[in-house]
């Protein structure tokens, strides 16, 4: 039986295609994906994020804890901003990529994917056993809504008195937006400024209809999971199950920055991840010549020879092209000519640098 | 809900035949429910003209932003003509499926087996929807 966010009613109210995510039902979109994604590149978009995961650290050494915990510096983060960070195994492989927020000195909050986020809580509590700290996840207790876009700080200004202009990216701070009290955080997936509200469940409706009013002048559409998925893939955006998992360490992907190992201590999958040895693998943007779509799977190829795998691919609204990501071989990569076998036919692709979208600030 | 034309035929992957009773050329395309499924339609692959078919045959695709599906011949014969429109246009497979959208001629060989009647397509896509 899947789980419905609070927002469920209104999905349908705005005859939303719902799917399951994760053991959720989800809006996959509302109508035209195009038209979301689009809207979400040159207006703004709103999105039901509720099924994502709210894991509260707290006490004196909640910060210590974290630092144990996860590959990231916590400790150290000022109240009111955020960090991109992960949790990894002993062995140094992805559990789970994550959002830590600092709400106030012993208040952390991790914000983690919809399909993981018990495991994390799981993994939290048990690694910050030995520190003066608590782990408590807090759920059910949030209600997740994220507007997205060039529009979003004149649409969501409207609604509330708090600094936005102000806010900086990967900031958050309480507020009140539409008279309901909520944590207004600058943070998103799509590759534009926006926002990320964290709202109480009972409110999650009000806020929609209130921001969806707002925003009714200014081009705001609600945006499904699949115009978040294109909109992330463009930005060059990790997903978790497709670009992360238990298999690969954050080197193996790419973010092999997120891993801090001057910070004090020891942490978790730290004696693996020492000295790892430079990846034979590495994670590209891949541009399609041809008008047919790489996928999730498929294989990439060179002169018939398989040298990596697709992990993500999508028509790109944005590009007028399939795009996708994909780990390949760094022999194969110096060497190029390289191609995706679609379902049986070797279709020619470029090489590009992620992101393969960057807006213009 | 979206409409079941009533004159047409259909088969179980969600293709649409105009044109049986005529038992000469058949037009095929995608149904309105299929176009829904799949969301904005990027690429459509249509077969060759002058290719002969069997029916079941996978000959063509119709690809969205989620997902890909074959498209298979409904009836066997001979490729006549294809909808040069929808090559360039795929977005008419989700605007106007039952007709601007219409991909492909076949000239039948044959009597067509196992189409379904628009009474019996709307009882398989209730289930399914």
Sequence with gaps: MSRSTPLREVHEGLGATLTDFAGWQMPLRYGSESAEHNAVRTAAGLFDLSHMGEIHVTGPQAGEALDYALVGHL??????RARYTMIVAENGGVLDDLIVYRLAP?????????????????????????????????????????????NSTAILGK???????????????????????VMIARTGYTGEDGFELFARPEDAAGLWNALTEAGAELGLRPCGLSSRDTLRLEAGMPLYGNELSAEMTPFDAGLGRVVKFDKPGDFVGKAAL???????????????????????????????????VVTSGAPSQTLGKPIAMAYVSADALEKGNLAVDIRGSQEPVDVVDLPFYRRSK | MSSIPEELSYTKEHEWVAGVDDGLTVTVGVTAFAAEQLGDVVFVQVPEVGSTVEAGDAVGEVESTKSVSDIYA????????????????????????????????????????????????TTLTSGES
Excluded: C
């Design chain 1, 75 to 80: 400790s150290v983060l000022e109240p009111g």
């Design chain 1, 106 to 150: 012993e208040d952390f909050m991790v914000v983690a994917n919809a399909s993981n986020y018990a495991k994390v809580a799981q993994e939290l509590t048990e690694r910050a056993k030995s520190y003066d700290a608590q782990v408590e996840d807090r759920s059910d207790a949030y209600a997740l809504v994220a507007i997205q876009g060039p």
């Design chain 1, 159 to 181: 609604l509330t008195d708090a600094d936005l202009v102000g806010l900086k990216y990967y900031a958050g701070l309480p507020g009140t937006v539409a008279g309901f009290e």
């Design chain 2, 74 to 121: 409904p009836v066997g014969g001979e490729i006549v003509e294809t909808n040069p429109a929808v090559v360039d246009d795929p977005s008419l497979v989700n605007s106007d499926p039952y007709g601007e959208g219409w991909l492909f001629r076949v000239r039948m060989e044959g009597e067509p087996e196992d189409l379904l009647s628009a009474a019996e397509y």
């Design chain 1, 274 to 308: 020492s000295g790892h040895p430079a990846p034979e693998r590495r994670l590209v943007g891949l541009v399609a010549r041809g008008r047919r779509v790489p996928r999730h799977g498929y294989p990439v190829t060179r002169e018939g020879e398989v040298v990596g």
